[in-house]
Structures are given as structure tokens and as C-alpha cells.
Nanobody, 124 residues
Framework: QAQLVESGGGLVQAGDSLRLSCVAKGRSFNDNAMAWFRQAPGKGREFVAA????????MHADSVKGRFTVSRDNAKYTLYLQMNSLKPEDTAVYYC?????????????????WGQGTQVTVSS
């Protein structure tokens, strides 16, 4: 059974950095586009970043552009999110997702596989 397992979340101070990882288990997603979403308490799921199957193309939400970077290592079946200059408004549960297509999407409903999420809390 396909699984996406996130790790790397935690409690940090504003201005700090974190790197989230998402490991695929049970099947390979090397042919699939993948993405990061986040959900803060009382809010909907928000797009953060996406990457094509090869990693050649990426896109990032305006709110994280210049601070966050999505990448993948297909040899390790792992998706990453490098988060720098963290702000309190980045506090949320972060989810990785994969879709059946190889091209990216910002729409959460177009993703077919989801991880369980990892909590990121940024204190001011």
C-alpha cells in the first residue's frame, strides 16, 4: 500500500530554518508530480510548493517565494521542503502529496495520495 511519510517538523523561533522530508513507501512516485500543502488551525488547506516528476520545474506560493524551496531525490524516493526565514504565520501542519500526473498543480483536490502531516510551529 502506498504511503507518504513526512518528518522534520518542530518548534522553532522566527528567522530559523527547517527542512521537511517526505518519504514514499510501498510504491515509487518518481513518475509523479508532488507538492507540499499546509493547514493552519481554522483555515483551509493552502498550496505551498510543487515539483514535476523529474524535479526540473517547480512552483511556489507567493507567500513563501524566496524563503522556501521544494526539491526531490528520486534515488531516495524523497521529497523535501527547505524552509528559511520562518515567520509565525508559517505555523501549520504541513502535508506532502502526490498526484497521478507528472505535471504540477496548485489544487489540493487534484492530488491522490497524502501523508499524515507534520507540525511546524514558529514562535515570535
Amino acid at each position: 500500500q502506498a504511503q507518504l511519510v513526512e518528518s522534520g517538523g518542530g518548534l522553532v523561533q522566527a528567522g530559523d530554518s527547517l527542512r521537511l522530508s517526505c518519504v514514499a513507501k510501498g510504491r515509487s512516485f518518481n513518475d509523479n508530480a508532488m507538492a507540499w500543502f499546509r493547514q493552519a488551525p481554522g483555515k483551509g488547506r493552502e498550496f505551498v510548493a510543487a515539483i514535476t516528476w523529474s524535479g526540473a520545474n517547480t512552483m511556489h506560493a507567493d507567500s513563501v517565494k524566496g524563503r522556501f524551496t521544494v526539491s526531490r531525490d528520486n534515488a531516495k524516493y524523497t521529497l523535501y521542503l527547505q524552509m528559511n526565514s520562518l515567520k509565525p504565520e508559517d505555523t501549520a501542519v504541513y502535508y506532502c502529496a502526490a498526484r497521478k500526473e507528472s505535471y504540477m498543480s496548485e489544487n489540493y483536490y487534484s492530488y491522490d495520495y497524502w501523508g499524515q502531516g507534520t507540525q511546524v510551529t514558529v514562535s515570535s
